[in-house]
């Protein structure tokens, strides 16, 4: 954009803004059409344009900030500058025209220039000399914070549809960078050209800063999460917060404020009480699924560590937690292997306060410092009428003599929603990694104790992500499950969902009646899968909501 504007005043032409800041859009889209899913392409046009829509014109800030020496310049300036504001500045209707060509004659009391000017001549002396030095610097502090008041509500809806957040500390950040980067960094670097030994000053200068602003970060409150809007409330608060921005008379302005306020307010639709939401989350090879009732909210396992510096709690948990502003009451560890814990200790640095329940064994890094449940069958909670029974391990396999595989400790739990009337309605069985072994453990419980252990489930998260070690034929059967999730990776080299296994269900689905078939979700195709108790039928896979035409399409 700075190319094109230079551009533009070389060739001695005088554009209307929005015809310049159009132009600059229209080209960086020609050059890069794929800008347009880029949240810095949003944020800097939109930013750009307010800027451009609210500016008192440059050239009147510049003079104002200078000295009263250069009043008899600036008269010259100003009849140059009112002749250029006449060819290039576009007017809102409601603006007066005393801001164009006919201005100096009749000044408008918000310009600078002219506020400046109507002023008495200073008495000589050193209070005269103190107000002709102060004078112009806070109205150039006050410029600053004017833009960066003006950007930072602009740009909030933005902000939120974008990372669900909004920075409060960002507009301090923000006061503090334009000076120091503009006078300190900026021109440190450019003498290294000349002066080498500069750069390390302006290196030293750009790390001071980073200290800073990340210290700021850290503050309490430098971020406000809000779960991320739907469409038909950030779209009317986009407009709430440019209304807010224009520079409208103040009747007009205000009537934006609720529709921007509305972002504030709006929480995502809570599951009812006695139903609750499942989503198996895209986290690839492992397990990760969230259950929400109507005011409580659990994590079963947390994805696999992809490398020694990113892992699925970090990459995807946590800004899916963030975007729904989801408070986690408990965190539950099936077992110890890495495809369901290697996301956890970037969820519990998130979540500090959650209830971590596990069968990991005490002295795990994981649990350093902080409570563990253990978890075993005959466990049991009521959430928001909502049922949470442990149904696997039995308490006698922790005491085994030689330490068992960490997949036949996988906690197992069984959700259970309840109608008004007590009655049971939907529910799901989370089995972790649990093999044939444990499934038949859990066959010979439930035929004990049928009301307790009941395996009975709608939905079914597929023993270990579908190998062939688990999905025994009895225990399908016992299940019955009406939807079977499996969470594995696109390609992962274990080859799950074992073909055998993927047949297995396939020949359970033979005894279904025609008008409710079983249905089979993988990862892969599905993407992150959401279920809801009370209407089981709606349940969505994020990659066919979501699908677009260049995505590739799994085979
Ligand atoms: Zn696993």
């Given at each position: 954009m700075l190319a094109w504007v230079t551009l533009l005043r070389l060739s001695g032409a005088r554009w209307p803004w929005p015809y310049v800041w159009i132009l600059a859009l229209l080209l960086v889209v020609v050059y890069d059409p794929w800008s347009l899913l880029q949240a810095g392409f949003w944020l800097s046009f939109v930013a750009v344009a307010v800027l451009f829509a609210t500016d008192d014109p440059a050239p009147t800030r510049h003079e104002s900030s200078g000295a009263a020496p250069r009043l008899a310049a600036r008269r010259q300036l100003g009849e140059a500058t009112s002749a250029i504001r006449s060819q290039s500045a576009l007017r809102w209707p409601w603006q007066s025209q005393s801001r164009s060509g006919e201005s100096r004659d009749a000044p408008d009391p918000r310009d600078d220039l002219f506020v400046h000017e109507a002023q008495p001549p200073p008495a000589p002396g050193n209070l005269a000399r103190l107000h002709t030095w102060l004078m112009p610097a806070l109205q150039t502090v006050r410029a600053l914070l004017r833009e960066q008041g003006l950007i930072t509500l602009a740009l909030a809806p933005l902000s939120i549809v974008l990372f669900g957040q909004l920075s409060l500390v960002g507009l301090l950040a923000n006061l503090l960078a334009v000076p120091w980067v503009t006078l300190v960094i900026t021109p440190l670097a450019l003498a290294g050209v000349v002066i080498e030994p500069l750069w390390q000053w302006a290196a030293a200068a750009s790390g001071w800063w980073m200290g800073l602003v990340q210290t700021m970060a850290g503050w309490p409150l430098a971020v406000l999460s809000l779960p991320v809007p739907p469409w038909w409330l950030a779209l009317p608060a986009g407009v709430g917060a440019l209304v807010l921005a224009l520079p409208l008379p103040w009747t007009l302005r205000c009537m934006g404020l609720p529709l921007l306020l509305a972002l504030g307010v709006w929480r995502p639709p809570a599951p009812p009480p006695g139903q609750f939401e499942l989503m198996a989350a895209d986290i690839g090879q492992g397990n990760a699924v969230l259950v929400r009732t109507h005011k409580h909210t659990l994590l079963y396992d947390a994805g696999p560590r992809y490398s020694l510096d990113s892992d699925a709690g970090q990459r995807v948990l946590v800004p899916l937690l963030q975007a729904g502003v989801i408070q986690l009451d408990r965190l539950m560890l099936s077992h110890r292997d890495s495809d369901h814990v290697g996301g956890a200790a970037s969820v519990v640095a998130m979540q500090p306060q959650v209830d971590v329940w596990s069968s990991l064994e005490a002295g795990h890094a994981l649990l350093q410092g902080r409570d563990n449940t253990r978890c075993q069958a005959g466990q049991s909670w009521d959430w928001d009428g909502v049922r949470f029974s442990v149904l696997h391990p039995a308490p006698a396999a922790y005491n085994a003599q030689s330490a068992p595989k960490p997949n036949t400790l996988s906690c197992v739990l069984r959700v259970q929603g309840t109608a008004q009337d007590g009655s049971d309605t939907r529910s799901a069985l989370l089995v972790g990694d649990i093999e044939q072994a444990q499934e038949a453990q859990l066959l010979v419980r439930a035929a004990a104790s049928p009301l307790d252990a009941?395996?009975?489930?709608?939905l079914l998260l597929v023993p270990h992500h579908g190998s062939k070690t688990s999905s025994s034929s009895e225990f399908l059967a016992a299940v019955h499950p009406q939807t079977a999730v499996v969470q594995a990776g696109y390609r992962n080299r274990y080859g799950h969902p074992a073909p055998a296994v993927v047949q297995r269900y396939a020949d359970l689905a033979q005894s279904y009646a025609p008008d409710a078939p079983l249905q089979w979700v993988d990862t892969p195709h599905c993407g992150a899968f959401v279920w809801q108790s009370w209407q089981p039928a709606n349940s969505q896979c994020a990659r066919q909501v979501?699908?677009?035409?260049?995505h590739h399409r799994v085979p």
């Open positions: 009941s395996l009975k489930a709608d979501l699908q677009r035409y260049w």
